[in-house]
């Protein structure tokens, strides 16, 4: 087979692989900040988790330093480390109230808030067929809340508000992708981000043990060996490949849930997150026939 003809056709097997080691990854990072749990403020543990994740910076800062950041371009990363860091939190307060399920189903919505975004800010056309994909996906969020049925918890909410911002901050760092180098943009995020985070943490700052440090200081390991692991996953296959693998998060949020933190499994939550993953790959799907990206992947990092 030609040099050409294997970059077309990929390795489907080791996207579908690396795809898996990914949502293992982030499983790993939702289950670590539960362990810490919430005796810690949430602007507090995502605080020491983004500063004790700085030491993975130290490779990015030779082409950080070497990149032009003008004024403009200071503002955008600016914006995007305040919507992110809004998220962050809410994402941490969300994990200390409800189940690892529900987080990683609700979670699940973000790419679609990101095609929703994409349409109203920047005139990205949605087809019918991609309306009612998004339809879909807001009928299993529905499902998952269940409200009128069910208590809504304020951790729900969180989750909610948390999903739109990331999906804000992802927008912000498409356009950001085109002014700077990739490296920079993750480099700038993780540095905005925990400034961000510094006045909120300090306002009610309660010393950690070193137990939570470390269980902190992993949540940082584990995300980034999330980003590098999708990477490889992206490299070796496309993401209608993929896509469908990411699934199995929601699973294994429900056994780990379930088996460690007597989180009962709901069914309820399994079938609405499996409708909003259903509803993604197809746009992700229409996407590709398309030759365009606008949607990230399900459980693309956001700590």
């Not at 489907?12 to 690396?18: E, H, M, Y």
């Not at 983004?50 to 600016?78: D, E, H, I, K, Q």
């Amino acid at each position: 087979m030609s040099e050409a003809r294997a970059v077309q056709t990929g390795n489907p097997l080791a996207g579908v692989l690396w795809m898996l080691a990914t949502g293992l990854n982030f499983v790993m990072v939702t289950a670590l900040v539960k362990i810490v749990g919430s005796r810690i403020p949430a602007a507090e543990s995502a605080f020491l988790r983004y500063l004790l994740g700085l030491v993975f910076l130290v490779p990015m800062l030779r082409p950080l330093l070497a990149a032009p950041l003008p004024w403009p371009t200071l503002v955008l990363f600016s914006a995007r480390g305040l919507a992110h860091t809004i998220g962050v939190i809410l994402w941490f307060y969300a994990i200390a109230s409800i189940p690892m399920a529900e987080v990683t189903a609700i979670n699940y919505l973000n790419p679609v808030f990101v095609t929703l975004g994409a349409a109203l800010f920047f005139g990205e056309k949605l087809a019918a067929r991609r309306i009612a994909a998004i339809a879909a996906a807001l009928v299993g969020a529905l499902i998952i809340l269940r409200p009128g049925v069910r208590e809504i918890d304020p951790g729900h909410m969180a989750m909610l508000a948390a999903a739109v911002l990331f999906a804000a901050s992802y927008l912000m760092a498409n356009r950001l992708a085109g002014l700077v180098r990739p490296v920079v943009v993750v480099a700038m995020l993780s540095i905005t981000v925990t400034i961000g985070l510094a006045p909120f943490a300090l306002a009610n700052w309660i010393p950690p043990t070193p137990a939570e440090v470390g269980g902190l200081f992993g949540v940082a390991a584990f995300a980034t060996a999330g980003h590098y692991s999708m990477t490889r996953a992206f490299a070796a296959a496309p993401m209608t490949v993929t896509q469908p693998v990411t699934f199995l998060q929601l699973v294994w949020s429900v056994l780990i849930g379930a088996m460690f933190f007597a989180e009962p499994a709901d069914l309820w939550v399994i079938v609405g997150g499996g409708l909003i993953i259903s509803a993604v790959s197809f746009i992700t799907w229409r996407e590709a026939v398309l030759k365009r990206r606008v949607t990230p992947v399900v459980n693309e990092p956001k700590i």
